[in-house]
């Protein structure tokens, strides 16, 4: 390890409410919450299939031209990797 450090560890910073994580509709429509549409009532099969891992260099950013240039079906699910 360079400085004598005893891990290679990034650092990363954003607020509470972003990451990996489902949110149910009622998340964002009162409706939906009243009729009781939440993660118990979520189908989990919507959860799984094909996935799409795209590569970004550290020193790029992920902009809308990058994610437009991405030819893949809208059924996908995409996941992000900068190693």
Do not use: Q, W
């Amino acid at each position: 390890m360079k400085n004598s450090s005893f891990a290679n560890i990034s650092e990363m910073k954003m607020s509470s409410h972003t990451g990996t994580h489902v949110d149910a509709p009622g998340h964002f429509y009162d409706h939906y919450f009243d009729a009781g549409f939440d993660l118990d009532t979520l189908d989990l099969d919507v959860l799984n299939g094909p996935a799409l891992l795209v590569d970004v260099p550290r020193d790029k950013n992920i902009t809308a031209e990058v994610m437009e240039s991405l030819l893949f079906p809208k059924a996908y699910a995409v996941c992000f990797s900068e190693l």
